[in-house]
């Protein structure tokens, strides 16, 4: 606040210098002298307040390649494919100085996976205030557009937050939570800010990040997991092109998604179909551990154990696959704790 007093004060002693300059007698090269030292005055305050306050500015915005590795590496379980291709595919991303449109990330798989997680990463590697930033905006189908009968309301201040909030900053990051409840028509609605357009009046979107997440293809993502495990492959060996005809099979020809009504896919605009794969019982300890350490306590194996066997597994002798990965551990362990 001091230092905006301070810039304030600094261009009123301009402005009224200016015009004292103008009816008194003073040399023109004084004038503009001191003009030009008070201008660079503002200058410099003006950038120190960058510093304090969040602005579409490389301060705020950048991204921390080395940051998000260790990140995905260390905190994501069990998700060696979407970490590789996440990776590479915001790196690649904001390293480029004049994108041809927008990063449009597709993430899919059971829910407690780590999409959510993942959305969360991905923007505090990029933004100084992580998910607090003003830059950063989360819409949850279920919570934000509950009302089939106001489709055409929820369209237009969809369109009008996009457009607004992209004007103010083009490195903004839009996520769409439950994209398989989405209505078809709201989807449709944002195709044009994904697409490959300088700019649609007068506002370019090609800096721009989509993330949708979505439960569609969990199920055939599982059933590739289990015919490696039934196989007696490693799960590692698991590849991106071997899950590409899973979520082929369920997101682009399954008529109940709500993809399948739009025309994101057979205009190409998503860029990267992500998979997330079912989280093992190994999966489920390292989240309980980290959980524990998130919540002050000293990480204690024992405890860990105990509330990830309680939980729900399948197939259901073999007990391979949690049902509920890692979204349930933060309340289940405070019963255990």
Avoid at 123 to 152: C, Q, R
Wanted: with cysteine; charged share 20%; hydrophobic share 40%.
């Amino acid at each position: 606040m001091r230092l905006a007093c301070r810039v304030l004060f600094a261009g009123c002693v301009l402005w009224s210098f200016l015009v004292t300059a103008a009816i008194e007698p003073i040399s023109t090269s004084i004038a503009v002298g001191m003009a030009v030292a008070l201008t660079g005055f503002l200058a410099h305050y003006q950038n120190v307040l960058y510093y304090f306050q969040e602005c579409c500015r490389t301060e705020w915005i950048s991204c921390n390649k080395t940051g998000l590795k260790n990140d995905l590496n260390t905190k994501l379980y069990g998700q060696h494919v979407a970490a590789q291709v996440i990776l590479k595919a915001v790196t690649g991303f904001m390293n480029n100085k004049n994108p041809k449109k927008p990063l449009v990330l597709s993430l899919h798989g059971w829910t407690g996976t780590g999409k959510n997680f993942v959305s969360q990463i991905i923007a505090e590697n990029i933004y100084e205030k992580g998910m607090t930033s003003n830059f950063v905006h989360l819409f949850a189908a279920t919570a934000h557009f509950p009302h089939e009968a106001h489709i055409d309301t929820y369209k237009t201040q969809l369109q009008e937050w996009i457009r607004g909030n992209v004007s103010i900053c083009p490195r903004s990051l839009f996520i769409f939570d439950e994209m398989d409840k989405m209505h078809p028509e709201l989807i449709d609605s944002i195709k044009p800010y994904l697409d490959f357009y300088d700019n649609l009046n007068g506002v370019s979107y090609r800096q721009a990040i989509f993330i949708f997440l979505s439960n569609a293809g969990g199920e055939n993502i599982v059933q590739v997991a289990l015919d490696f495990w039934r196989d007696g492959r490693e799960r590692e060996e698991i590849q991106l092109k071997d899950l590409e005809t899973a979520l082929s099979l369920s997101v682009f020809n399954n008529k109940n998604s709500g993809f399948w009504h739009t025309s994101l896919i057979d205009k190409n605009l998503v860029d990267f179909f992500v998979p997330f794969l079912p989280l093992e019982f190994k999966h489920i300890i390292q989240c309980g551990l980290a959980e524990m350490v998130s919540k002050g306590h000293d990480p204690d194996i024992e405890v860990v154990e105990t509330m990830a066997r309680d939980l729900n597994y399948f197939p259901k002798e073999e007990r391979v696959f949690s049902m509920q990965g890692c979204k349930v551990i933060p309340a289940r362990l405070d019963f255990y704790v």
